[in-house]
């Protein structure tokens, strides 16, 4: 009785505001509009998308994007991790992880375009690159894929330390030191023992952030422009600006469901379990 | 003679204002078991580590089979480490655990088995080497650890307290695997630890170590009958110890008297003067115990005191009495023909001990009569 009523807040969450409104976009995907006012029970959504090939390729395009994305937040990620976790002494560790945590005091918005402002023609960067003689004219550094990128790896960062700085603190130092101890040099350790120690770590913040990144809206849009090509903003365009609501619910499913058999298949290859991963997070 | 395993000259380590190792210098001959025996903080782990090659000496030198070691790495010493939580690596199985060092040597496939599914043999542990770490018992996991260690066949092996986790049956079962490994292998042991009785057991040389230095290196036995610090007859094993001024010299003897009036005769260790602060220890098995003082050793000073409260424990039983007119605290060892296991506190007994066989030290600074 009592455990039925401290999750009701949680269950009407769910059911109310996200269960719902799911099933209601799904009726709205799975018709068509035969007449004014008249829709009938069709797929022909979902089939617009596998035929036409601005829709699957923009799909693809954003999830390569998203899988680069990814993989550079966690090269970026895993030495920032290490170092709170491993080697800073006292507080160095908490000032290093706070540092990464201010950017999100301030909304994405500002955020994007704060990278706007330092990166277009007229901005910042290119005026220093002028300067610096590195070029003659200030170049437009916005509205490139490059630029997309690092927007993104930029917005996702603190979601790879997390996982990855409680990940790396549960791993011993003795183990670290055993491994020396017994003839293997810092690279081996790197492979043999640290990364199967964070595996968990890695893939949850891994998860998190291409989930994020391939969601994402307002970052590729600002920054990519025109160019951007994001899937997001196909959404918003069938929704929006043509009014397509029920284009635009098939489309917000497909990349739902793509998206999930893209982890899924990334969990099966490095053999982790969902479970274990989410635990850890 | 050969070159010893292990030489250290004169070895320093200092951090922030602490001096953790003091100028030690001592050396290990091969095939021995030697054993660092000190209190919690005494610098035996740096000094370990040290060996290891984790920290470097501030001042000193350290040879392993002859071989200077300074600005060696870790990974590159002919030096392999138990520790004390063992660090078995849990994403690995048994058997990837201890052909972990083959394969850094670049061991192949085929050998690296061989020898260690021989070594988890010779340990005792054949056939596990599918399994995982964590389905193995503390025993087990200690007897990896070394496997681990002994397939490289170091010229030393260091072993951090690797009792300290286990059971005390399981503890007593380990020390005497342990001893049987070392004199099967034959490979130098230093073993480090707080436990005296670990260190006497095993060792064929212990080293007493006290904020930073070796108070005394020797053979169990001379640690146990022949101390030559206070701190070493008082830390190695049960001693009873007792502080007076000495009132007279007699050649080897010290007769010394407690503030409160028990005079008492013991072999003089070191130099002191009539006059001066000492220390008596006393072991409570050299006393003797009888029903009154005719029944004692006539050759042999008398005391009398009262039973305070008998410490039954088998074959270690003792007795805790206060001595009569001084209160103060002595313990006796019962016989362990069980003479006397019907001792009750408040009763009276005489006891006596031989002078020759306590030991009389000038008193340490800091202590008071």
């Known amino acids: 009785m009592v455990l039925g009523l401290l999750l009701a807040p949680a269950l009407f969450w769910l059911l109310a505001l996200v269960l719902l409104p799911h099933v209601d976009l799904a009726i709205l995907s799975l018709r068509e509009r035969v007449g004014p006012r008249q829709y009938a029970a069709s797929l022909a959504q979902y089939k617009t998308f596998f035929e036409e090939p601005l829709y699957w390729h923009v799909f693809l395009r954003t999830a390569v994007m998203s899988v680069i994305a990814t993989f550079l937040t966690l090269l970026l990620a895993f030495p920032i991790a290490w170092i709170i976790a491993k080697l800073a002494r006292g507080r160095a560790g908490s000032l290093l992880f706070i540092v990464c945590l201010i950017p999100f005091w301030v909304s994405e918005t500002v955020r994007t375009l704060g990278w706007m402002i330092l990166l277009r023609e007229s901005g910042v960067l290119p005026a220093l690159l002028v300067k610096l003689g590195l070029a003659s004219v200030p170049p437009e550094l916005l509205y490139r894929d490059a630029t997309i990128l690092v927007g993104l790896v930029y917005t996702s960062l603190l979601f790879m330390v997390v996982p990855l700085v409680t990940a790396l603190e549960s791993l011993d130092n003795s183990l670290i030191e055993a491994a020396y101890d017994l003839g293997a040099g810092g690279f081996t350790i790197l492979r043999k023992i640290v990364i199967p120690h964070a595996a968990p770590g890695i893939t949850a913040g891994c998860i998190v952030v291409f989930m994020l990144t391939l969601g994402n809206y307002l970052t590729p849009t600002l920054l990519g422009g025109k160019n951007s090509q994001w899937f997001t903003e196909q959404i918003y365009t069938q929704f929006i600006t043509r009014f397509n609501w029920e284009q635009g619910a098939a489309f917000g499913f497909l990349l739902l469901g793509l998206s999930t058999a893209l982890v899924v298949a990334g969990l099966k290859i490095t053999g982790q379990q969902f479970g274990d991963v989410m635990r850890r997070t | ?369």
């Open chain 2, 1 to 369: 003679m050969s070159t010893p395993d292990l030489t250290a000259e004169r070895l320093v380590k200092r951090f922030a204002n602490h001096l953790a190792v003091d100028s030690l210098s001592f050396s290990v001959q091969r095939g021995s078991f030697f054993s660092i025996l000190g209190p919690s903080g005494c610098g035996k782990t740096t000094l370990l580590r040290m060996i290891a090659g984790f920290i470097a000496p501030d001042e000193g030198d350290i040879a392993i089979g002859g071989k200077s070691m300074s600005g060696v790495a870790p990974n590159r010493r002919p030096v392999n480490m138990v520790f004390q939580q063992l660090a078995l690596f849990p994403m690995m199985s048994v058997g990837e655990n201890v052909a972990f060092g083959l394969a850094r040597r670049g061991m192949d496939r085929q050998e690296r088995l061989q020898r260690s599914n021989a070594m988890l043999e010779r340990v005792g542990l054949a056939g596990a080497s599918a399994k995982r770490v964590d389905e193995l018992s503390g025993g087990q996991r200690q007897r990896v650890a070394i496997a681990r260690s002994l397939v490289l066949e170091p010229t030393l092996l260091l072993l951090d307290e690797p009792l300290g986790a286990l059971d005390l049956k399981l503890r007593e079962h380990m020390k005497i695997e342990l001893k049987q490994l070392q004199a099967a292998f034959g490979t130098t042991f230093v073993y480090i630890t707080h436990d005296q009785s670990e260190a006497l057991v095993l060792s064929d040389h212990v080293a007493v170590m006290h904020e930073g230095r070796f108070e005394q290196i020797g053979t169990p036995q001379d640690l146990y009958y022949r101390p030559q610090t206070p701190f070493v007859a008082g830390f190695v094993g049960a001693n009873n110890r007792i502080v007076g001024r000495a009132t007279v010299r007699n050649g080897a003897m010290t007769e010394m008297t407690t503030a409160d009036g028990w005079s008492m005769r013991a072999l003089q260790y070191g130099d002191s003067a009539v006059g001066d602060a000492v220390e008596v220890f006393v072991r409570p098995e050299i006393a003797t115990l009888a029903r009154s003082a005719a029944d004692l050793p006539p050759d042999q000073p008398a005391h009398s005191g009262e039973v305070q409260s008998v410490l039954f424990d088998g074959a270690n039983s003792a007795v805790l009495l206060q001595e009569i007119k001084t209160r103060r605290e002595f313990r006796i060892a019962l016989p362990q023909t069980g003479q006397f296991s019907d001792l009750r506190p408040h009763e009276k007994i005489a006891f006596s001990f031989d002078p020759q066989r306590a030991v009389c030290f000038a008193a340490r600074s800091g202590v008071t009569v």
